[in-house]
């Protein structure tokens, strides 16, 4: 048996790798954190040792975190699906990680996206065209399916300059805010795929002592998940106002509602709100009659 199978077999702590510095990495720790780990850094700042879970986490370039789960070095990922998709497809013969449970930050859309006041107006008009793209693989796959005969020109930054440069006549990108294509003066055409963080587990079989370390790990990932970006509204307001709160409120949930010995007119309301609950909605529940607004972030959820 090899060396590196050996200490493979003999690994009785799981590895979850994330990326060590770029869009993810905060939210993937701070997912973590809430998970209950706690870790402290290696001298090199690659490691995260998990001490109160036998959990360690390795701090990775994203790229390179599908790779990582191939070959068997991690079990688990956090990485963004546009990537775990690529390298799935432009090595189909390689065992390919799968997607466990998406996570809800990082949302973004590859995207084809063509110059404004240009000559391409439909997917149609994509024939015989060049398109620039560092998602070679997920393009080709999308324009196959679609029977556009299309050249992908592949960049490994800087994609949406192709354009001006004369290197492509489109591009197709990850887009979020849309805000670097308009500064491009181009627009999307067309959404190649959704992607957003997700968790992605390793194609290989783990002892029962990591398979444990896998499921418990994951269940309280979902269950910190589930209270991201969830807000507790606290307020105090005149009674007769309540069926205005209600419409005004950004939630549907239902508002708990206690009366108050003191004033019989008044009433304490509490209700779980999304972070869309901004400023601008305090200031008109003001307007409204309330005080006392208070907005706390919600820690842990259990059904
Ligand atoms: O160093 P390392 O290789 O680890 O990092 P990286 O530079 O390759 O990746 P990073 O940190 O930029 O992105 C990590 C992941 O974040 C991506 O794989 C996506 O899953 C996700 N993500 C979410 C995004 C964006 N939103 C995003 N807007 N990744 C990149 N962008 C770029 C996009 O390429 C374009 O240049 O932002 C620009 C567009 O943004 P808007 O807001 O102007 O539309
Ligand atoms: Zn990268």
């Not at 036998?54 to 699906?81: F, K, T």
């Not at 196959?144 to 050249?151: C, H, I, M, P, Y």
């Not at 197709?172 to 959704?194: F, R």
């Not at 009433?267 to 779980?272: E, G, I, P, S």
Request: glycine share 6%; with cysteine.
């Amino acid at each position: 048996m090899s060396e590196d199978r050996e200490n493979r077999e003999n690994r009785d702590r799981l590895r979850i790798a994330v990326q060590k510095s770029g869009r993810l990495s905060e939210r993937s720790l701070d997912l973590l954190r809430r998970a209950g780990l706690a870790f402290r850094s290696s001298g090199d700042r690659l490691f995260l040792h998990g001490e109160n879970m036998p959990v360690d986490v390795l701090l990775v370039r994203d790229d390179d975190i599908p790779g990582l789960l191939v070959e068997d070095n991690c079990e688990l990922g956090i990485v963004g699906r546009n990537v775990l998709d690529e390298q799935r497809l432009a090595a189909p013969e390689r065992p390919a990680p799968k997607e466990l449970q998406a996570l809800g930050f990082g949302g973004c859309r590859l995207a084809i996206a063509v110059p404004d006041n240009g000559t391409i107006a439909s997917i149609d008009d994509l024939s015989g065209k060049r398109i620039a793209t560092s998602y070679p693989a997920l393009l080709g796959d999308w324009l196959r399916t679609r029977n556009v005969e299309a050249e992908v020109v592949l960049l490994n930054g800087s994609v949406e300059i192709a354009p001006r440069l004369g290197k492509a006549h489109a591009i197709c990108d990850l887009v979020s805010s849309g805000a670097t294509l308009a500064a491009n003066q181009l627009h999307e055409l067309v959404t190649v795929m959704k992607s957003e963080a997700v968790v992605a587990l390793s194609p290989h079989a783990q002892s029962a002592a990591i398979a444990a370390q896998i499921d418990r790990l994951c269940g309280r990932i979902a269950g910190a998940q589930s209270s991201d970006g969830v807000r507790l509204l606290m307020l105090q307001a005149p009674r007769s106002a309540l069926p205005a709160i209600t419409r005004l409120l950004p939630s549907r949930n239902p508002l708990s509602v206690l009366s108050l010995d003191d004033r019989p007119d008044d009433v304490a309301v509490q209700v779980l709100c999304s972070d869309a609950l901004n400023w601008q909605h305090l200031e008109e529940l003001k307007r409204l009659g309330a005080h006392g607004l208070m907005v706390l972030n919600v820690e842990r959820m259990l059904a």
